[in-house]
């Protein structure tokens, strides 16, 4: 336990509070069960020991945190971990990265039952079952999915400006007077075009040089560790699922012929499918469908975006478009709380109810006429007009 304590409280030293996400103030920290899950690389353990900092310095010997793919773990048990904590006065146990200890549900479930004064949170990636855990911890825990930076929280950290989240009602319904609100504090149009190269992902702070470098061992980790771990892949076939990621990503929005593609990549059509929904649960694609009726996992996605911009310049750095990059970031803010679908007339349909055409500044009426509840998105303007809103306040929802 020593060694646990020591590495926590030097974690704990090291850790900047100057910008914490704002999921920080989403999530009802007095919950007793509490999981956060997210893709790699989104900032998950940095939350964990941001709050434990801010919350716990002045009683730390009340809060442990464990990553539990730590050297110092290896040969205990969480149940373990969990009653030697508790009779030491622990009351706040928060366990990095579940996903590496095989019997983590069951286990959790056991902690949570008998000891009811101990709260714990926990993180996981984007794939950790919670629903279907044999353990059913869905009655038990409360999951928070954590994505990666949006427009707004970037410049907030480059700027040092706090600005407010917004929904998409308020947007859609006071555009104009919000964007003028916001010019006169910051200059979105002087930070929106490195966002969508360089950060997405809050490491890009830590040597912008690396970042492309960083990145391609995160994707790698995310399809050579979490899908054989998780999803049991096989090493084997991690290969395929690469060459898919890499036709996609040559073709963003990529609209996939599942027979053509079956043949050229040498799959069954239901592996194929299936290979898709896991680049989706990992948090490398967005599968836009149409209407979703059935299962997900077995319909073919009208079009498929990767997850976030900066994938784009790092899988396919020549094949990169503009107006993809548009697309993408859209799908990417919009897409975290709201429901996105395919519209057969314009680009995205959201939540039931509005229609959205994206384009650079010059994108005419002509697509959405006719359509109800249309809206124009444009690129490389600064204010809009009537139903013609600018592209980067739609990073301003989370």
Known sequence: MEDLIS???????????????????????????IGI???????????????????????????????LDSISFKDRTLVGLADD???????????????????????????????PDLKVVFTGSSLLE????????????????????????????????????????????NHIKIATSINSKVPPFRYFTKY??????????????????????????????????????SIGLVSKIKQLLSIISESVPFAP?????????????????????YLEEVG?????QKEAKGSVRLQKPAKVYLENTNLMYVLSPT??????????????????????????????????LYSFEIGGKDKSQQQIAGVENAYVVADDIEYGFQNKIPLWLFGFLY
């Open 7 to 33: 590495k926590y409280r030097k974690k704990i030293e090291r850790i900047d509070t100057s910008f914490v996400r704002s999921l920080s103030d989403d999530i009802n920290w007095n919950t007793r069960l």
């Open 37 to 67: 899950k997210g893709a790699r690389g989104v900032g998950k353990t940095t939350l964990l020991l941001q709050y434990m900092k801010l919350n716990f310095s002045e009683n730390i010997e009340e809060s442990l945190y464990v990553s």
């Open 85 to 115: 904590f508790v009779k030491n006065g622990g009351k706040h146990l928060f366990l990095d990265e579940v996903h590496k200890y095989a019997n983590w549900a069951q286990e959790l479930k056991n902690i949570y039952d008998d000891y």
């Open 130 to 173: 919670i629903l279907n855990s044999r353990a059913d911890l869905s009655r038990r825990a409360i999951i928070y999915h954590m994505q990666g930076l949006s427009f707004r929280e970037y410049l907030e950290m480059e700027t040092g400006e706090k600005l407010d989240r917004l929904t998409l009602e308020t947007i859609l319904e």
């Open 196 to 233: 969508l190269k360089q950060g997405y992902y809050p490491f890009y702070r830590e040597e912008s040089d690396l970042y492309e470098q960083r990145l391609e061992e995160v994707i790698t980790m995310m399809l050579e560790i979490e899908l054989p771990l998780l999803r049991g892949v």
């Open 257 to 277: 012929n599942v027979a053509n593609l079956s043949q050229k990549m040498g799959l069954h059509r239901a592996t194929l499918m299936t290979y898709l929904h």
């Open 284 to 288: 490398l694609t967005i599968n836009l």
């Open 319 to 352: 094949n990169t478009n503009m107006g993809n990059a548009r697309e993408t970031f859209f799908a990417n803010q919009v897409g975290y709380k709201n429901k996105l679908e395919y519209h057969e007339k314009t680009d995205f349909f959201v939540n039931n």
